[in-house]
């Protein structure tokens, strides 16, 4: 088979566990807030997650809103076929538009139509990683448009420090409220500039939710903002509890002296995503 179809029947399949499959890492967290959950905010947790055991089961999308897609590809410099990728993955999502299905969801800005088959100018978007070998990664992230919805960037001045950035996370929190369908998990992107803040605050969306930041001090503050996040009593859905974000994950680049730039983007409780590894034999690796 040539590689351009097995990219293409790849994505589908990427696009198909991604929209009916919860990462185990997301159902466990999910789980753990069940436990420690009382009221309306447990009642809330059973719903969603006999809402994942159901769409899991019929193999059907866990949210009507099927997202704006978005592919991480990490590719290997000597992988064969390079340029053929981007073409197989916009053919993968035209046909998962129909084989699974997913709702329709790219509208021209100007024209208000809707392409009906999830791609248009940069949709499907694609971040390009080119690193060493012959084999080629993608990841498959699904975003909702609710809790895109909530997204904030802000240019912090340089003295307003750590502090101020602590700020501007609980303030964003606290505005979002019910929007992004809580509980959340929240990327934190800092520094670079406003582009690269942005990007490493929806990058820190793939990362698992039993991982923290490398680095120690970043992941201290991680864990700061997540126990003030549940601290804010918005809980599940918005109804009140404990449980208001799974996990806050932060990423950061080095930033120009004068310039302190802080994005966040929010996902909602149904963190879908999903990878597969093509490798030169032309074997498939699928993970979640």
């Known amino acids: 088979m040539k590689i351009s179809k097995v990219i293409e029947s790849v994505t589908v399949e990427l696009l198909r566990k991604a929209v009916t499959t919860l990462p185990s890492d997301v159902k466990e967290v999910l789980k753990r807030a069940y436990e420690v959950e009382e009221g309306v905010g447990k009642i809330q947790l059973k719903n969603i997650l006999d809402n994942i055991e159901l769409a899991e089961k019929k193999q059907v999308p866990i949210c009507q809103d099927t997202g704006t897609i978005y592919f991480?590809?990490?590719?290997?410099?000597?992988?064969?076929?390079?340029?053929?990728?981007?073409?197989?993955?916009?053919?993968?999502?035209?046909?998962?538009?129909?084989?699974?299905?997913?709702?329709?969801?790219?509208?021209?800005?100007?024209t208000q139509e809707n392409s009906g088959d999830n791609t248009g100018f940069h949709i499907p978007h694609i971040y390009w990683e080119v690193v060493e070998g012959e084999e080629v990664e993608i990841t498959v992230l699904p975003k909702g448009g609710g809790s895109e919805n909530t997204s904030k960037y802000t240019m912090l001045k340089p003295s307003d420090g750590l502090d101020g950035v602590k700020k501007f996370v609980l303030e964003t929190i606290i505005e979002a409220g019910a929007q992004p369908c809580p509980p959340t998990i929240i990327g934190v992107g800092l520094g670079g500039g406003a582009d690269i803040a942005m990007k490493l605050a929806k990058t820190a969306l793939l990362?698992?939710?039993?991982?923290?930041?490398?680095?120690?001090?970043?992941?201290?503050?991680?864990?700061?903002?997540?126990?003030?996040?549940?601290?804010?009593?918005?809980?599940?859905?918005?109804?009140?509890?404990k449980t208001t974000a799974l996990a806050v994950h932060i990423e950061y680049a080095h930033r120009h002296p004068a310039s302190y730039p802080v994005g966040i983007v929010f996902q909602c409780w149904a963190a879908r995503r999903a990878s597969a590894k093509i490798l030169p034999d032309g074997s498939i690796m699928y993970s979640t």
């Open 72 to 110: 991480y590809v990490k590719a290997g410099g000597c992988f064969k076929g390079l340029e053929k990728i981007r073409g197989a993955l916009i053919k993968g999502v035209r046909r998962a538009t129909v084989e699974i299905p997913l709702r329709p969801n790219a509208v021209n800005p100007l």
């Open 207 to 241: 990362r698992p939710l039993n991982s923290h930041n490398p680095d120690r001090k970043v992941a201290e503050i991680e864990a700061e903002l997540l126990e003030a996040a549940n601290m804010t009593g918005i809980g599940p859905m918005g109804l009140g509890g």
